[in-house]
Nanobody
């Protein structure tokens, strides 16, 4: 069973920066797309940025120009560098991944981490 664990969240002043990291544990065959999503109180979870195994990136408008997603394909680590943080970036940030547990599986499973809180003070 694969688990994802996020790290790097915390309290930061507006304009500051944070680096989030996500690492998988457990056994699996391969991981396709990995990404970051966020959810604030009373709101739906929303896309921040994703990156495929081949390195193709996709990011939502709030992240463009301020956040950078990167991936260590060999270790299946994914990072989110966030700069120019704003109070409206405050949310729980979740790591998500499409995981193929065994080479014989017919479909990727969607796996989520527990989330890490990012709190941006004004």
């Amino acid at each position: 069973q694969v688990k994802l664990e996020e790290s790097g969240g915390g309290l930061v002043e507006a304009g500051g920066s944070l680096l989030l990291a996500c690492a998988p544990s457990g056994t699996f065959f391969t991981i396709n797309t990995m990404g970051w999503y966020r959810q604030d109180h009373g709101k739906q979870r929303e896309l921040v940025a994703t990156i495929t195994a081949g390195g193709t990136e996709n990011s939502a408008d709030p992240a463009k120009g301020r956040f950078t997603i990167s991936r260590d394909k060999e270790k299946n680590l994914v990072y989110l560098w966030m700069s120019g943080l704003k109070p409206e970036d405050t949310a729980v940030y979740y790591c998500g991944a499409e995981v193929l547990s065994r080479w014989s599986d017919s479909a990727y499973l969607e796996v989520w981490g527990q989330g890490t809180l990012v709190n941006v003070s004004s």
